[in-house]
């Protein structure tokens, strides 16, 4: 097992960026807000989905590698372009798990976490 993690990217607890394990990285749980800056859904998924592909890269690995994806969304309202915004930035069709919950941070919109080949 080899953790990674990112410099540049912040952490909100005593956790890996990712875990490298039998072949697969296991990218931990991003989100997409900024501090101090309010943001859309749009913007916050296709941050979570930088961060996490920032990850991945420092692993060794990209987005094409990916096998599975779990997609957590403060309101079900998003579904949809979660679905055309996925579609971008997964055109391989990775297996995908969708959670509607709700997070600490009410600005938090939503949540990617990752599993890859390495």
């Known amino acids: 097992m080899k953790n990674v993690n990112v410099d540049s990217l912040p952490k909100a607890g005593p956790y890996s960026h990712a ?8 990218v931990s749980g991003q989100i997409g807000t900024e501090k101090g800056k309010k943001t859309g859904f749009k913007e916050q998924f296709e941050n979570a989905v930088r961060k996490a ?14 096998v599975k994806v779990v997609v957590y969304l403060a309101d079900r309202k ?5 679905n055309e915004l996925f579609e971008k930035y ?23 976490d990752i599993t890859a080949e390495a």
């Open 53 to 66: 592909e920032s990850i991945l890269k420092a692993a060794g690995s990209s987005l094409d590698k990916t």
């Open 78 to 82: 998003y579904f949809q372009e979660m």
């Open 90 to 112: 997964f055109p391989h069709k990775p297996s995908r798990t969708t959670v509607v919950c709700s997070f600490i941070d009410e600005e938090i919109l939503t949540e990617v």
């Open 19 to 26: 875990v490298i394990s039998g072949g697969l990285i296991f």
